[in-house]
């Protein structure tokens, strides 16, 4: 709880900060605030709470994700402060968003309130919105900025008109509540309809096919930093969002809707790994990536009942970690060829034999091969799935992952085997720290799983 | 406790390697690869008295799965180790008199790839065993897409899908597995002695054989094999052929024997035809070849199609066969691509009908490549012909037809091999052939050392079925 109020704070002093002319400070006290703001959020450990008239809730689950989220945050930032170098005079309207973007992310991992959800989704949203439309001067930023709103608001709306038909149903916003009524003898259609559209909303949230229409256009239309945040942290928190939704209707999945996240989990692997397999833009590459890692993640959801939380956590963080790691040396190279195609990489492999060396392992570790964290965050989803009897699922979920190695691969041989092009690829200290931090913690954590299954 | 201290010098050496100069990295890599050579013979002496006790290792590391790192050695494992331990030193010395960009990350992934192959042979755990399956393939691959002909990125991508599938198939079959086991272990043991049912092991018999067959490889699983082979460094096609293919043909013993008696038992027909099918196949196709290193790629599909129909057989010659030509194969074929890398450093060409009269330049390097191919071709006091007539006595066991067939393969493999070293090395040179320079210190090295293994495990079989004959008879019992 007091982990939210601190980040809200820290979101409008960087706004005082501007007010008061003291620009240059705002990327050193943001990532000391974000460091301060981790150990608040870890002293809450095995301190479970409830707060603001039960909307709110603290335990292990929350604090873990918490943690992940801030820790996500803090190295996006720190890519950030590098990102916006030439742009100061902005800089802390960015820095303020996406600390809110945090805020929402919070209210989204601690909710016990539908309302609460709600709120939390909403700020999360806005403050993307923005950020996808912050190159005021690029058509492909307005674009991204423009579409990811209209679409996200149907989403929201969706999310809003399900909420009320559940309160419509239960006479109740609170989980607990609706957990209460779920787990009844009577379920009314009119429940039903309800979760089913948040269930629709939700999806759309974590781009999960066929909800994903969105998702290509906004993370290449987007500034590149934005793409990151975007597809690191949203993901994961969405996701524990969902894995918490679920964990309420732990009698009524099964009966009610496995068939749908059964479906969607599919058309998810298959169109997003399908769809990545043609795509030459690194960005776009990514997104669809993402669709298929929402899919992953979706198999291990079925299971939600039974399911530990900490198998998302340790997907969510190999996930995001890896993907920060690639994005921070695909943002040097961005930067300095001025092209975010994947012919962008060509001959990095020669020019710069580290930094194609720490991509291809991101790769890798995206494309979930041992030692790295993907192949035990697959590996828990698929043997859960298994002994719940998606026998298929996990087929098609390892057919999918092939196919997913095929165009990770495609980044590497264009480092390694294309011919280098003439610009000197820079990358900044910041970068390189990132980079590296993310490699290591991969590395750590995909031959140690259980320092993060183990936390709860 | 051995086990690990196999395991640690290779991964030292790579991680030196990884920083060390650029001219330090050969001998560095050469002086790695000998003490861990060293270190195998006391550990084959330690193995000869107190059995592989010495070698056991357990400890847990994951609890959640229950996962648990177990290595150990048997005489199985002890051979296949031994056989990486002594080609090592031998890749890495072929390359001593060769310009390799970037030498250090190329031997630290030769080192990398050592230390994975090694924990193929030793793992006991089944997801050990598939961690170390998967490693093994990582660092093959950046050998042979940064370092290999112009062709590389394409042929090194099928490889890796390829062999990619194969594994996840294998993935799927232990993780079933490991849900069916009433107290969720991969542990060898519990594995061995706990079959599931046999309506499963039809099925999952195909995950894990897919996985195998694919490495070993075996016709229809082979495409990615001639090419890959071709334009991947000398030094890379030492480690696949010599090495890395030894892990499909280990595992059929290892694994798949064990834990789907039921299964080999069902299979049993329809795999030793293929095999047998893959042999006559792939050395027809070998008869035509034009390139040197092709015309070796195929002739070891044949090779390695009869090993794995002598599994098959699930006989004890068929096995103790099998072993034996696993050693002679990996060290065969890492002297046929030696001879040929020599060939192409000299000449600048693989093409045979371009070849000719290199007896005339260099008698000796011809006079070394004969006991290599006469060695390949399995003539008696060749370590090729043990293994070759136990592999064909244990198939005419099986069935005569089948045997007869498989026995067509030696008067083949004598026809491709001759007809190639005939136009390849003797009669007149070619217009525009170029001088044989005289061979280099490390050639004779490796030239000499791999004909005395020739001769040695030709004469004195008895060195390895001695070593293997308690593991075998173990295994036979689980059937």
């Not at chain 1, 303020?96 to 309130?113: D, E, K, P, S, W």
């Not at chain 2, 390697?17 to 003490?35: I, M, Y």
């Not at chain 2, 050392?449 to 079925?465: A, H, K, R």
């Amino acid at each position: 709880m007091n982990t939210l109020i601190y980040t809200s704070v820290l979101g409008f002093g960087l706004m005082v900060l501007e007010v008061i002319k003291l620009r240059k400070w705002i990327s050193p006290i943001l990532i000391l605030g974000l460091s301060i703001l981790f150990g608040i959020n870890i002293h809450d450990w095995n301190q479970p709470g409830s707060f603001m008239g039960n909307m709110l809730e603290v335990n292990n689950f929350t604090v873990g994700f918490n943690a992940l989220a801030i820790f996500i945050t803090l190295l996006i930032l720190m890519l950030a402060s590098e990102y916006y170098a030439d742009e100061e005079h902005h800089i802390s309207d960015y820095m303020a968003i996406m600390t809110f973007v945090l805020c929402g992310a919070q209210m989204m991992l601690g909710y016990t309130n539908l309302v609460m959800f709600f709120i939390g989704v909403e700020t999360l949203s806005i403050s993307l919105y923005a950020l996808s439309g912050s190159k005021r001067f690029d058509i492909k930023s307005n674009e991204a900025g423009f579409k990811y709103f209209l679409m996200g608001s149907f989403a929201s709306g969706f999310l809003l008109f399900g909420i009320a038909l559940v309160y419509g149903a239960t006479q109740s916003f609170d989980l607990n509540k609706i957990a209460e009524y779920a787990s009844g003898d009577v379920v009314t259609p009119l429940f039903l309809t309800g979760v089913l559209l948040i269930l629709f909303a939700l999806f759309f949230k974590v781009s999960a096919a066929p909800f994903h229409f969105w998702a290509p256009d906004v993370y290449e239309g987007a500034p590149s930093i934005i793409t990151a945040f975007m597809s690191t942290l949203v993901k994961v928190v969405g996701f524990a969002a969902f894995y918490k939704f679920l964990h309420v209707f732990a009698y009524l999945i099964p009966l009610k809707f496995e068939w749908l996240i059964v479906t969607v989990a599919i058309l998810s692997l298959v169109t997003g790994n399908l769809s990545a397999l043609a795509q030459d833009n690194f960005k776009r590459l990514m997104a669809y990536s993402g669709i298929s890692h929402a899919g992953y993640l979706l198999i291990g959801l079925i299971g939600a009942a039974t399911f530990p939380s900490s198998s998302i956590l340790y997907y969510g963080f190999g996930y995001a970690l890896s993907t920060i790691g690639a994005f921070s040396i695909a943002m040097a190279v961005f930067k300095s060829t001025g092209s975010e195609d994947i012919s962008a990489f060509n001959g990095l492999g020669k020019k710069n034999p580290i930094l194609a060396a720490c991509l291809s392992a991101t790769m890798l570790g995206l494309a979930g091969i041992p030692p790295f964290a993907g192949f035990f965050g697959k590996f828990y989803i698929f043997s859960e799935a298994l002994q719940n009897g998606h026998f298929y699922l996990v087929l098609i979920g390892i057919l999918s992952s092939m196919v997913g190695v095929y165009y990770y691969m495609k980044v590497v041989i264009a480092m390694y085997a294309k011919p280098a092009n003439e610009t000197k690829i820079e990358i900044s200290l910041t970068n390189q720290l990132v980079m590296w931090l993310c490699l290591v913690l991969v590395l750590i954590v995909g031959i140690m799983p259980s320092l993060v299954t183990g936390l709860f | 406790m051995l086990s690990l201290e196999l395991l640690f010098i290779p991964l030292l050496a790579a991680i030196l390697l990884l920083f060390a100069n650029e001219k330090a990295a050969k001998p560095l890599a050469l002086v790695f690869g000998l003490v861990e050579a060293v270190f195998t013979v006391y550990a084959y002496q330690v193995f000869q008295q107190n059995g592989s006790e010495a070698f056991e290792f357990q400890m847990p590391w994951v609890n959640k799965p229950q996962i648990n790192i177990h290595f150990g050695l048997d005489g199985i494992s002890l051979l296949m180790v031994i056989l990486t331990n002594l080609l090592v030193p031998f890749i890495v010395l072929s390359g001593f008199n060769r310009d390799t960009k970037r030498p250090a990350v190329f031997y630290a992934l030769i080192s990398f790839m050592h230390f994975a192959l090694l924990g193929v042979f030793m793992a006991l755990d089944g997801f050990i065993y598939y961690i170390f399956w998967e490693l093994a393939l990582i660092p093959i691959y950046f050998i042979a897409f940064n370092w290999g002909d112009e062709n590389s990125p394409k042929v090194t991508l099928k490889f890796f899908i390829y062999t990619l599938a194969g594994s996840l198939l294998m993935l799927f079959g232990f993780l079933y597995l490991y849900m069916g086991m009433p107290n969720h272990s991969l542990d060898w043991s519990v594995l061995s002695t706990q079959h599931t049912c046999s309506c499963n092991q039809t099925w999952l018999f195909w995950m894990f054989f897919a996985a195998f067959a694919i490495k070993i490889p075996i016709i229809p699983f082979h495409t990615w094999q001639p090419d890959t082979y071709k334009s991947a460094p000398t030094q890379g096609t030492m480690l696949l052929s010599g090495i890395m293919l030894k892990m499909g043909t280990y595992s059929l013993l290892r694994w798949l024997l064990p834990i789907f008696p039921a299964g080999m038992i069902e299979w049993q027909p329809i795999v030793i035809t293929l095999s047998v099918t893959g042999i006559v196949y792939a050395s027809i196709i070998a008869i035509m070849q034009r390139d040197l290193k092709k015309l070796f790629a195929y002739s070891s599909i044949a090779h390695v199609g009869l090993i794995a129909a002598g599994i098959f057989t699930l006989s004890v010659e068929g096995i103790q066969g099998s072993l034996v030509q696993m050693l002679a194969h990996g060290i065969n074929v890492v002297g046929l691509f030696f001879c040929a890398d020599i060939i192409l450093n000299r000449k600048g060409t693989l093409q045979i009908h371009q070849l000719g009269g290199i007896r005339l330049q260099s008698p000796w390097f011809a006079a070394f490549f004969l006991i290599v191919v006469l060695g390949a071709v399995a003539l008696p006091l060749t370590n090729g012909f043990v293994g070759e007539f136990m592999l064909l006595y244990s198939l005419f066991k099986y069935n005569v037809w089948l045997g007869a067939v498989a026995g067509t393969s030696v008067i083949l493999g004598a026809v491709y091999m001759l007809k190639m070293y005939q136009t390849a090395i003797l009669g007149d040179t070619t217009e525009h052939s170029e001088p044989m320079e005289a061979l280099q210190w490390n050639e004779k090295v490796v030239l000499i050392g791999i004909i005395s293994l020739i001769f040695i495990l030709g004469i004195f079989p008895g060195i390895v079925t001695n070593l293997t004959q308690p593991a075998i008879d173990q295994l036979i019992k689980l059937i």
